[in-house]
């Protein structure tokens, strides 16, 4: 499979390490200064960039008619406008805060805890998540699906790094040295505490589930999420 890989940082080179060892082939890789010469002949593309770039990428595989695979995270604000470019241009389009499998685990398990929680107000859901110093965006767009996965099945309304409202999840954005990404849930109240974590020790997790996703997504349409590529089903 022919691969692009828009943005060639520490994400774009393990990717590129992996795919090769997959037995794909790199067409293109894209940084801030170079061209999109030779995205059209790839059959996937694969965007790890920068959240002011992540838009002028994606629609670039739109426009050049490549299905495309994106984990920068960021720029969810244009999200809405990615999706109905993907539908007119009838593309195809896998974005994820987090490609790992391990991290799509403990979103599924992060939504059954929720349900649980959710009969118990005693309890008061926050999060805590730990990056490297060179991370761009806070807090993480993986704290951002766990706050939005309890948010889609409690009462809370929100979430806010902010002093929180009764119906507010506070989130917490740790920056500490070389940290690939650790995650925390945790439910307190005044007896006791529970605890839901996930710490990568490495890029690999990611950056494998990026090329696994871009696999599945090769000569598709349409617009899919990783529990498509995963078939994860827990309920
Ligand atoms: N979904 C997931 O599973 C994961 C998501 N991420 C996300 O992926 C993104 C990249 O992470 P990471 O590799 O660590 O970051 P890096 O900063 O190491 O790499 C980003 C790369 O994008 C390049 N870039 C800048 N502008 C453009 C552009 N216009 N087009 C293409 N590339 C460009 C940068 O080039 P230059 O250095 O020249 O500026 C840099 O090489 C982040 O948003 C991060 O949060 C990270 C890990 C997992
Ligand atoms: O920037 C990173 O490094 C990571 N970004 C993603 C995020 O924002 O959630 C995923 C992972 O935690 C690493």
Same mark, same amino acid.
């Given at each position: 499979?022919?691969?692009?890989? &828009?943005?060639?940082? !520490?994400? /774009?080179?393990? $990717?590129?390490?992996?795919?090769?060892?997959? *037995?794909?082939? %790199?067409?293109?890789?894209?940084?801030?200064?170079?061209?999109?010469?030779?995205?059209?002949?790839?059959?996937?593309?694969?965007?790890?960039?920068?959240?002011?770039?992540?838009?002028?990428?994606?629609?670039?595989?739109?426009?050049?008619?490549?299905?495309?695979?994106?984990?920068?995270?960021?720029?969810?604000?244009?999200?809405?406008?990615?999706?109905? &470019?993907?539908?007119? !241009?009838? /593309?195809?389009? $896998?974005?994820?805060?987090?490609?790992?499998? *391990?991290?799509? %685990?403990?979103?599924?398990?992060?939504?059954?805890?929720?349900?649980?929680?959710?009969?118990?107000?005693?309890?008061?859901?926050?999060?805590?998540?730990?990056?490297?110093?060179?991370?761009?965006?806070?807090?993480?767009?993986?704290?951002?699906?766990?706050?939005?996965?309890?948010?889609?099945?409690?009462?809370?309304?929100?979430?806010?790094?902010?002093?929180?409202?009764?119906?507010?999840?506070?989130?917490?954005?740790?920056?500490?040295?070389?940290?690939? *990404?650790?995650?925390?849930?945790?439910?307190?109240?005044?007896?006791?505490?529970?605890?839901?974590?996930?710490?990568?020790?490495?890029?690999?997790?990611?950056?494998?589930?990026?090329?696994?996703?871009?696999?599945?997504?090769?000569?598709?349409?349409?617009?899919?999420?990783?529990?498509?590529?995963?078939?994860?089903?827990?309920?």
């Amino acid at each position: 499979m022919k691969i692009a890989l &828009l943005g060639y940082g !520490k994400m /774009g080179q393990v $990717i590129e390490r992996i795919a090769l060892e997959r *037995g794909h082939e %790199i067409v293109l890789k894209k940084d801030e200064f170079n061209t999109y010469d030779g995205l059209s002949t790839a059959d996937v593309a694969i965007d790890f960039s920068v959240p002011t770039a992540a838009v002028s990428n994606i629609s670039s595989c739109f426009h050049a008619n490549v299905p495309v695979v994106s984990g920068t995270t960021g720029w969810l604000e244009h999200y809405d406008e990615m999706e109905a &470019l993907c539908k007119e !241009k009838q /593309g195809g389009f $896998i974005s994820s805060s987090n490609f790992s499998l *391990g991290v799509n %685990i403990f979103f599924e398990l992060n939504e059954y805890l929720a349900k649980i929680m959710a009969q118990f107000d005693s309890y008061k859901v926050s999060m805590e998540e730990i990056h490297h110093t060179q991370k761009l965006d806070a807090p993480s767009g993986t704290a951002i699906s766990l706050a939005k996965g309890v948010i889609e099945n409690s009462a809370y309304a929100k979430w806010t790094m902010e002093s929180p409202k009764p119906e507010e999840i506070y989130i917490e954005a740790k920056r500490i040295g070389d940290v690939p *990404g650790t995650h925390t849930v945790t439910y307190d109240s005044t007896v006791d505490s529970i605890e839901l974590k996930h710490t990568a020790h490495n890029r690999e997790g990611f950056a494998l589930g990026a090329v696994i996703a871009a696999e599945w997504l090769a000569g598709k349409k349409g617009i899919y999420t990783m529990k498509d590529v995963l078939n994860l089903e827990s309920k």
